[in-house]
């Protein structure tokens, strides 16, 4: 169900999902495949919790991660939106 709503969901409810998914253990791979496609589109929309969180939830699932969800491209994105470069790799440390 979560699948064919993507296209309805914010940039916060992206992020959780992928997490919520990844958390329990639910690492369908369509489902991440979409949930990529979405939050490429929503990048600039994500905040850093919800970078975060998306990029975790890839490899929480064992997913192939997209490129612009790579953990670098990620750092790059948070630091270009002002985040402060120590407190960016502990969040994606942890």
Request: net charge negative.
């Amino acid at each position: 169900m979560a699948e064919r709503r993507l296209d309805e969901f914010n940039a916060q409810n992206l992020a959780n999902t992928a997490w919520a998914f990844a958390n329990a253990g639910q690492s369908d791979e369509k489902l991440f495949v979409e949930l990529a496609r979405a939050a490429e589109q929503r990048l600039s929309d994500l905040t850093e919790l919800g970078l975060t969180n998306v990029a975790c939830a890839f490899a929480m699932a064992g997913s192939p991660v997209p490129a612009l969800l790579h953990p670098i491209s990620v750092l790059d994105v948070m630091e270009a939106q002002g985040s402060k470069p120590q407190l960016i790799s502990d969040a994606v440390s942890m």
